[in-house]
């Protein structure tokens, strides 16, 4: 092994047909004949051009210079062979660089020699982290040491984009290594991101680790195209228990696998910079571009931790394929765009607001942006309605909503919901009678970010230097999947300690007191999102996330805080069908070809699992939801990168644009119908509708009506509403796409008959639950007022 590189060196030296371009872009345009050059769109010639200008070594692009963050391996400063101690004095004097930020990165980068003694300092410091740091897992990846890869990450852009070690558009056998230590660590574990699970050892490991412990080890990655490979970003092993990462590796290229040529920088092989732990990923421009079909990833250098260190790591390569000469049916193997005319990238807040008026001033008539809140940075919570009454709920229309960017750095649903408003307007327009009829039977939200703030962090990152966890959280650090009100655990308890079962409630369930109050660790998100599912009478929703590709659907906690188990709600079966809606709409989850994401497969499970059979949530968004409202809601995991790079954004549109709709039209589903007054025909708001054998009710709305979703099949449905006599009856739901109409008139009781003469239509004490329920939202809303406004005044305080 060792001997293998030199000699195949000297024979690409002597070989005229290898195509090879690392350092010499004068060649690299010569085997691409210039007539498919010029059928290049116009962001690979504009990188052709770019690398043509370094060709000439004329002052390199700014891009370039800043993040060269490879070095020549210099006899002088580098011994090969040793890991020489000397450079590691100079620890202290780089750490301070780092911490001035970006305005010095120009003048450093452009002192390689420096930087190749930054990198022995990596050598010495994770002697300090102890052999198992839960620091790695924390939401806030050492932001100081990485600042400067901040604006590498928005100049990505202008480099070529990812190609797809994360997304897994490049397939398990595109990955090779020389050796891998077992199974669950081989070279398709290897993708920047990649998740183990809680143990090491089984086949889900965090990484690709190599068999033996030597500078001969390489992944390689198969791009089965002539590829422009621009970069290559780095991550450790993803491991509760291990902590294994490279600190420094070479980067070569080939055609056929034989042969093989070192990345340079400039006359010497470069070395470069890989990672101080094991989750932050760390992205290495090539100082010149090469054009090649495979690429070896060779590590040099790793942390030794004693003896025990392997060669582990995460990566993701950049590269951008070149249009193949002998391929006259390029079209055929072209990356399947979408169809639809859409702002297909990622859109920061600004930019989401922005668009999100465009739409509105696109289609006035059928939209209206709304804020639900803020939050804790101040930022606003949009929702765009889209309704042919935007703005007013109608009698028997029932209300959807789709809730994006809870976790701020799952950002695909965010992207997905932009999509969605600006297709509904444009099909609306055209005509498209799929969506004039959802738009007319169907009062749809939309809320696409409800972590703006969590967002904006890890937008600044960029799509791939993010890493797993920044932006997750809100700015205060909260988990907004954790925050709403734990009601399993009320109704759980209830169930235990109630011996008269007919004073069990099963749905509506009041917030508990103390989540009321202002020290309540509540986010304004959270607070906000609470309040919007009170004040609109959502009948079906779906909360939006990324990093696996599953839909789950409640109860999200376990009964006895077991770490997972099968916990249904008594809709179970009405769930299954829900996330089965979805999952088996979407292109990516319903091909039976796809591999697990991470360290779960889902496609077992029909790409569908119970919430808390994949892991304990509690305080989740869905349980919450169908717990204290008649709102039905399951998360949908997207994705298995949680950040796809803007590239991918049309293939994902593609991918969930049938499931998004197909998931809405689920609402119409099921039985729907008005209670009235049977004297005065006035709708009854507040009725109970209880359907036999499904141990959840659900209340009628201000106007009477309500929606109970449910499979097709019969019902018994009883109604019952204080003062009025129940009324009973069987109503049967078919397979058709829309719901069954089961209206009911309920007659007074004589003695609600009295009350209302005496009352002389003034209002009745309603009945317990709800007024315990009303009461505590109205506590919640006064407290969270009053942090509004503390925070306010401290805020204007400090302007002054
Ligand atoms: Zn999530």
């Not at 989750?279 to 590590?299: C, G, H, K, M, Q």
């Not at 039977?441 to 797993?468: Q, V």
């Not at 999952?583 to 994401?597: G, H, I, L």
Request: hydrophobic fraction near 35%; proline fraction near 6%.
């Amino acid at each position: 092994m060792a001997a293998f590189l030199p000699i195949s060196l000297l024979i690409f030296s002597a070989c005229g047909f290898f195509v090879f371009v690392c350092g010499q872009l004068t060649d690299f345009t010569l085997p691409v004949k210039p007539t498919v050059v010029s059928g290049v769109d116009v962001a690979t010639e504009s990188l052709f051009s770019a690398g043509t200008s370094n060709a000439s070594e004329v002052p390199t692009t700014e891009f370039t210079t800043s993040y060269r963050k490879s070095t020549a391996e210099t006899t002088t400063e580098r011994p090969t062979g040793k890991e020489g101690q000397k450079p590691v004095r100079k620890v202290l004097k780089m750490e301070k660089e780092d911490d001035e930020g970006p305005l010095k990165l120009a003048k450093r980068s452009t002192r390689s020699l420096t930087v190749a003694k930054k990198l022995k300092n990596v050598l010495k410091k994770p002697k300090v982290i102890p052999k198992k740091p839960k620091v790695t897992k924390t939401p806030k990846p050492e932001i100081k040491k990485v600042k400067h890869h901040q604006s590498a990450a928005t100049k990505t852009a202008s480099q070529c984009p990812p190609l797809g070690l994360e997304s897994l558009r490049v397939k398990d056998a595109q990955l090779r290594a020389s050796s891998y230590k077992r199974r669950g660590l081989g070279p398709h574990r290897g993708r920047l991101n990649i998740q183990s699970g809680i143990d090491d050892g089984d086949i889900y490991d965090g990484a690709w680790c190599a068999r033996y412990k030597d500078k001969n080890q390489w992944l390689e990655v198969d791009a089965q195209k002539l590829t422009r490979f621009t970069g290559a970003i780095l991550q450790g092993r993803n491991s509760i228990w291990s902590w294994d990462m490279v600190q420094t590796y070479k980067v070569q290229f080939s055609n056929d696998t034989l042969l093989w040529k070192p990345c340079m920088n400039g006359s010497k092989e470069a070395i470069f910079e890989g990672n101080q732990d094991t989750e932050t990923p760390v992205l290495s421009l090539f100082d010149r571009p090469a054009v090649a079909r495979y690429i070896r990833i060779n590590p040099q250098t790793w942390y030794q931790n004693g003896t025990e260190g392997d060669i582990c790591l995460r990566a993701e390569v950049l590269g951008c394929t070149l249009p193949d000469p002998s391929n006259v049916y390029a079209w055929q193997t072209e990356p399947t765009e979408s169809r639809d005319k859409l702002d297909f990238k990622h859109h920061n807040y600004k930019e989401m607001r922005k668009l999100m008026k465009s739409v509105h001033d696109e289609c006035p008539n059928i939209t209206r942006i709304y804020s639900i809140g803020k939050s804790y940075k101040d930022l606003k919570l949009y929702v765009m309605e889209i309704s042919d009454n935007p703005g007013k709920h109608e009698l028997g229309e029932p209300e959807f909503r789709y809730v994006a960017g809870m976790h701020g750095n799952e950002v695909l649903g965010r992207e997905l919901l932009l999509n969605l408003m600006q297709y509904m307007c444009q099909e609306y327009k055209r005509g498209n009678q799929r969506i004039v009829h959802l738009v007319k039977e169907t009062r749809i939200h939309l809320l696409p970010s409800m972590n703006p703030d969590g967002y904006e962090m890890a937008f600044k990152k960029g799509s791939e230097l993010a890493g797993w966890a920044l932006g997750r959280y809100s700015y205060e650090g909260i988990d907004m999947n954790h925050n709403f009100a734990d009601l399993n655990s009320v109704m759980w308890t209830a169930i235990e300690l109630e011996t008269d079962q007919s004073k069990l409630i099963n749905h509506y369930f009041p917030i508990p007191e103390q989540y009321t109050s202002e020290e309540a660790f509540v986010a304004p998100e959270t607070r906000a999102v609470i309040s919007w599912m009170q004040n609109i009478p959502f009948a079906l929703g779906a909360n939006l996330h990324g990093g696996e590709l599953v839909v789950t659907y409640p109860y999200d906690m376990t009964r006895d805080w077991a770490p997972r188990e099968h916990t249904p709600t008594p809709d179970e079966s009405f769930f299954r069908w829900l996330a089965a809606a979805y999952a088996s709409t979407n292109q990516v989850m319903s091909n039976p070809d796809r591999r697990p994401c991470h360290n779960k497969d889902f496609l077992r499970y029909n790409n569908i699992i119970n919430g808390a059979d994949w892991h304990n949530v509690p305080g989740s968004m869905n349980d919450f939801s169908y717990l204290h409202t008649n709102c039905f809601e399951v998360t949908v995991e997207l994705s298995c990168d949680k950040f796809p790079h803007a590239s991918e954004l049309p293939i994902e549109w593609e991918n969930n644009r049938e499931s998004l709709l197909v998931y809405m039209e689920q609402i119409h589903r099921g039985i729907k119908g008005v209670i009235r007054d049977k004297d005065t025909g006035v709708g009854i708001a507040d009725a109970i509708i209880k359907v036999e054998d499904i141990d959840h009710h659900i209340r009628s709305v201000a106007d009477g009506d309500f929606w109970r979703l449910l499979n097709p099949g019969e019902y018994r449905l009883t109604v019952s509403a204080e003062g009025y006599f129940p009324s009973s009856r069987t109503c049967y739901v078919m397979y058709d796409h829309f719901p069954t109409i089961c209206d009911f008139n309920l007659t007074k009781t004589p003695r609600r008959k009295a009350k209302d003469i005496l009352a002389k239509g003034g209002k009745l004490p309603k009945d317990l639950q709800l007024l315990l329920r009303q009461q505590r939202m109205r506590k919640l809303r006064v407290t969270t007022k009053a942090i509004n406004q503390r925070r306010a005044a401290a805020k204007r305080a400090k302007r002054v």
